[in-house]
């Protein structure tokens, strides 16, 4: 007789619920969700039609409301709109995540912990609002950096920073109860307008940061080599040395410039093919009158070491 | 208007800390805590009442649930109380001791008990 059984429940079921059709369906859901297995045992350990067991389930229903503290009955509260169904929805999702984060860490509700983070929050909105002050009266064009600098003063930076830090502080431990809900909307207003500012400012000091980076490795003054494309090496009578490599104390090759060539005819690179320094011989800086391209007559003639720039050094 | 004292309306406000005393010892599935608080005293209670308020009590972060298979009745959910649970349990506990001692003093005081 499991199949009745199953269609009792069932039934019984589908009329808690229809009483309970003005409540948002995730609450319903949620309040609803064991009582399928509940029914069930009631009906194992009772005996009889749960109609004679629990009594109608308009009634069961009224009870069940009753119980968890929803208002109903007469009169009906107004439908939920759409929002209000989304809303607590949301709540209750948050009420769920709120309880299973808690433990993970340290807390019976992460709620707990985030209300611990609380004075944090204020001193941080403090120097939020002491960058949105100085960055509106700042007309010194200067990079602001990470005070409130104004006109590029780090005295007031120091001041304006310690007076918002200590108001917003102030503003922290006074309580909004008051009848009127605008200050509070105000201060939630002017807490996501931070928020904000927050996230570009620091996307903009990240990404500064990674530029000024990115030029030390490449550009700066502290790599005296950074831009040197190809090495030519003279011996003492002026003469290029083709083929030279060049090592440090430790013998360990000294690597500079890249190993490619621009074809001046077509405009491409091309890998070289001269093992060692020069990478590039035909664009060697200086010529030497004696020998023209020639390395292996360099022995015959005595050369002459008057090394004359024949063309700018690519840049 | 005088409206006399009834168990229905005492239970509402101690039913939350009745189901947490039927914990206290031993999980227990819906039907099974009903039981208890019935044979414990509380005839009046209902099924629903009860049923709704372990759903509020899960919810509320106070209790912890398992499902039990039996072969041959329906799966068993049982209720546990957590740590949050039994620390609810002392405290609502001692609020009740220390109501329930005033109304007795006062009782006394006037000659009725």
Known sequence: MIGTEQDEITAYLYAVRAALGDLPESTRDELLEDLPEHLAEVLVEAGGTLVERLGPPEEYAAELRASVGFVGGFPDPPPPGRLVELRSALLSRLRVADAKLGPMLGYGRASEFVLLLRPAWWVLRGYLVAMVVAWMLDDSGQPMGLLPRIGGSELIALLLLAGAVLGSIWLGRRSFRSAAPWPRWALYAGSTVLVLVAIGGFFSADSSARDSNYSDVNYDNGNPFSNVEDVFVYDQQGRLVPGARIFDQYGAPIELGNPYCMDETSGEYTHTDHMGYPYCPEKAPFVTPTEERSPSAAGSTPPVPTPTPSRSAPR | ?113
């Open chain 2, 1 to 113: 208007m005088f409206r006399g004292v009834d168990t229905t309306q005492l239970l509402k406000g101690v039913l939350d800390l009745a189901v947490l005393a039927a914990l206290r010892d031993e999980d227990g599935y819906g039907y099974d805590i009903l039981r208890r608080l019935r044979s414990a005293g509380l005839e009046d209670v209902g099924d629903a009442s009860v049923y709704g308020t372990l759903r509020r009590l899960f919810n509320g972060g106070l209790l912890n649930t398992y499902v039990v298979p039996s072969d041959e009745g329906p799966h068993r959910k049982y209720y546990a109380l957590n740590a949050g649970g039994r620390a609810e349990l002392q405290r609502s506990g001692k609020v009740w001791q220390g109501f329930a001692s005033t109304m007795d003093d006062l009782l006394r005081e006037r000659g009725t008990a």
